[in-house]
């Protein structure tokens, strides 16, 4: 792959001619895009859209953003960095084979930079907002994930635990399978903004969709001291879908004998 094609389709973890450096300034940018869009319309499009019968359609849009900023993010970053925006998914990369273990922490640095920097960002749009704007967004949480009375469904932790674990395994699947280097696809952001978009109108109601270590971090900064108590569910899960899912796509679909 070069850096001026995506033929064969940006693959996380596949041999990239950039360098770390560019790499890296990838993956915060395309992290500040997911967060900047996903979250961004959340809270905005829920604070201001409140009107009886809208709140449906508040909950599409914030699904499509998610996979909209993600599906934007793999034609235009992955062809440098392989368009992770996710430790979860950088982590499950490393497990299949798809990227050096040496790769991770940097990864994962610039990924919570970026998704910190755009949570920053829709908090500086909030302070020149109407009259109480940004006060009422991080008192309802910041679109932060959550269990218990932070579920916008009421489910509890073990709910939480379970999707993030099932629904993060199977996007990493999603990602493993349409990036393959001989079988993966060139549509594979189609299908990766697509696969996103459904997680997020499975899971929101259940714990406001994470499956992303990074946007729960950048949202759980600002979302308050709850916000914050009930962020390690949305670091460890995600991370345990991922590694379960990256190990197992190579055992089946890698291994000499699945060849």
């Known amino acids: 792959m070069t850096e001026s094609s995506i033929e064969p389709a940006p693959d996380p ?4 001619t950039a360098s770390l450096g560019a790499k890296l300034a990838a993956e915060g940018f395309g992290t500040f895009l997911l967060v900047f869009g996903g979250v961004g319309t959340a809270i905005f499009a829920s604070n201001h859209f409140t009107e009886p019968g809208a709140l449906s359609g508040v909950y599409v849009a914030v699904a499509l953003a998610f996979g909209l900023t993600v599906l934007v ?20 990369a490393a497990a299949a084979g798809r990227i050096a273990w040496r790769e991770v922490v940097p990864y994962i640095i610039a990924q919570v930079v970026g998704g910190v920097v755009a949570s920053t960002a829709l908090t ?3 302070l ?3 009259e109480n704007w940004l006060t009422t967004a991080q008192d309802s949480g910041f679109a932060s994930n959550g269990w218990g009375p932070h ?12 999707i ?11 990602i493993l399978g349409s990036t393959h280097p001989t079988r993966g696809t060139t549509h594979a952001g189609i299908a990766i903004g697509l696969s996103l978009t ?4 499975i899971a929101i109601p259940v714990d406001n969709t994470s499956v992303n270590p990074a946007r729960s971090i950048a949202a759980a900064i600002y979302g308050g001291t709850d916000a914050l108590a009930q962020l390690w569910v949305f670091l460890v899960f995600p991370v345990v879908g991922a590694m379960l899912a990256g190990y197992a796509y190579r055992a089946l679909f890698d291994s000499p004998r699945a060849s």
Do not use: D, Q, W
């Open 198 to 201: 459904l997680i997020h109108l």
């Open 128 to 130: 020149f907002g109407p």
């Open 164 to 174: 993030e674990v099932i629904l993060t395994g199977f996007f990493l699947l999603v």
């Open 124 to 126: 500086l749009i909030g």
């Open 13 to 16: 973890g596949a041999p990239l």
């Open 151 to 162: 579920s916008p469904g009421g489910f509890g932790m073990m709910a939480a635990i379970i």
């Open 73 to 92: 993010g793999v034609y235009a970053f992955g062809p440098l960095s392989g368009g992770h925006f996710n430790p979860a998914v950088t982590l499950g």
